[in-house]
């Protein structure tokens, strides 16, 4: 079965530092997609970056990133210059071809001024 | 990208008593799918919806209790039947477009 774990519950970051957000998944597929999805209070999901399994450079959206580790199953997201509302529950989710997404337990991050 | 909407936001119900959650996509899609999401945790999917087909449920969910209407490529229906506190969740409905799976704003059900 796929997994994929979220080992930091909580995290805490000052207002412009950096701060790294740690995934890592299990699966026996070869092709898929790995996500990163952010939901503030207001409970909306939102798409932070995704990362094609099969593509070696690492995602990269304005201020957030990831360091994919393929043979290492990692998959970590770094939110650079941080803002008061990037605050939000964030999640790391996997899909394959039973295009069935699969969620770690996520990460409540707080960004403080 | 797909913009999904869903009716009611929120509800507070009774026990024992049915709601249907509405989710209405802009765009045609093949598959939907239905999340719940209690409270502080990680989502967790109910079924697998697509149009003309039954919806395939995930271990733990039952057609009894969460039937899934799917009658066209653009809508779908959750109903929570026979409600209790412990159904006191989100409620959210996604769809996968393109390879990427998009979210609606969720329903907000509270039990009592």
């Known amino acids: 079965a796929q997994t994929v774990t979220q080992s930091q519950p909580e995290m805490s970051v000052q207002e412009a530092e950096t701060v790294t957000l740690s995934c890592t998944y299990d699966?026996?597929?070869?092709?898929?997609?790995l996500f990163w999805y952010k939901q503030p209070p207001s409970r909306q999901m939102i798409l932070v970056i995704r990362q094609e399994a099969y593509k070696q450079q690492n995602a990269t959206e304005n201020r957030f990133s990831v360091n994919f580790q393929k043979a290492a199953k990692s998959f970590s997201l770094k939110i650079s210059d941080s803002q008061l509302g990037d605050t939000a529950m964030y999640f790391c989710a996997f899909i394959s071809g039973s295009e069935k997404l699969v969620f770690g337990k996520g990460t409540k991050l707080t960004v403080n001024p | 990208s797909a913009v999904i909407s869903q009716k009611p936001s929120r509800d507070i119900c009774q026990r024992g008593t049915s709601l249907t959650i509405q989710c209405q996509v802009d765009s045609q899609v093949t598959m939907m799918f239905w999340y719940r999401q209690q409270p502080g945790q990680s989502l967790t999917l109910i079924a697998t919806?697509?149009?003309?087909?039954?919806?395939?449920?995930e271990s733990g969910f039952v057609i009894d209790k969460f039937p899934i209407s799917r009658p066209n490529l653009t809508f779908s229906t959750l109903t929570v039947s026979n409600m209790s506190p412990e159904d006191s969740s989100i409620y959210l409905c996604?769809?996968?477009?393109?390879?990427?799976?998009?979210f609606g704003p969720g329903t907000r059900l509270t039990v009592t």
């Open positions: 919806a697509n149009q003309g087909s039954e919806a395939t449920y």
């Open positions: 996604s769809v996968s477009y393109q390879m990427e799976q998009y």
């Open positions: 699966t026996s597929e070869s092709n898929y997609y």
